[in-house]
T-cell receptor, first 115, second 116 residues
């Protein structure tokens, strides 16, 4: 959903359960997508990425799904732990005439793990 | 190895003051990015360097914002005549391989700027 000011979408999950965070991206020409985790007072930390020629990619406890038809990304975190509490952003690479890799970030979702 | 570092971590400025924010990228990283993150929002692109060349400054919000990377390593983001709307966290990121869309961008901790 949309966020306005401080009102990030939030998700609360019991420790040990799985969580799914969703993201809608904007540009059908984007070909690279990344999930970042941002803890309070820190910069975004890379979690996992996926190219547009894939629809699923797995990492350690994390899986990213890409649905290009509806321009939708999701991040699945298995067996959540207290350290997973953070704000999660999806980002897309739109590129430019310069061929640089500037990223466009989504709104963000605040994930809270309940002990 | 060391990650991206930024200084100062916090800066309070009176409206109208000039500020300078520093970024030390990961050693050997060719690409350097500045982003602005308002409270409760995702980072927004400001500008991009490849070595010392500023190849994209399309995200700079006004001509009060200026960035440089004279020797292709450390970068400085300068904001002149700061306004309250400049209050945000300024993030620096670096990546190793220019032109490679899948090259991971590593972010620093950011500088939180508060303009009173």
């Amino acid at each position: 959903g949309e966020s306005v000011g401080l009102h990030l979408p939030t998700l609360s999950v019991q420790e040990g359960d799985n969580s799914i965070i969703n993201c809608a991206y904007s540009n059908s020409a984007s070909d690279y997508f990344i999930w970042y985790k941002q803890e309070s007072g820190k910069g975004p930390q890379f979690i996992i990425d996926i190219r547009s020629n894939m629809d699923k990619r797995q990492g350690q406890r994390v899986t990213v799904l890409l649905n290009k038809t509806v321009k939708h990304l999701s991040l699945q975190i298995a067996a959540t732990q207290p350290g997973d509490s953070a704000v999660y952003f999806c980002a897309e690479n739109i590129g430019s005439n310069f061929g640089n890799e500037k990223l466009t970030f989504g709104t963000g979702t605040r994930l809270t793990i309940i002990p | 190895g060391a990650g991206v570092s930024q200084s100062p971590r916090y800066k309070v400025a009176k409206r109208g003051q000039d500020v300078a924010l520093r970024c030390d990228p990961i050693s050997g990283h060719v690409s350097l990015f500045w982003y602005q993150q308002a409270l409760g929002q995702g980072p927004e692109f400001l500008t991009y360097f490849q070595n010392e060349a500023q190849l994209d400054k399309s995200g700079l919000p006004s001509d009060r914002f200026f960035a440089e990377r004279p020797e292709g390593s450390v970068s400085t983001l300068k904001i002149q005549r700061t306004q309250q709307e400049d209050s945000a966290v300024y993030l620096c990121a670096s990546s190793h391989t220019p032109g490679l869309a899948t090259d991971t961008q590593y972010f620093g901790p950011g500088t939180r700027l508060t303009v009173l």
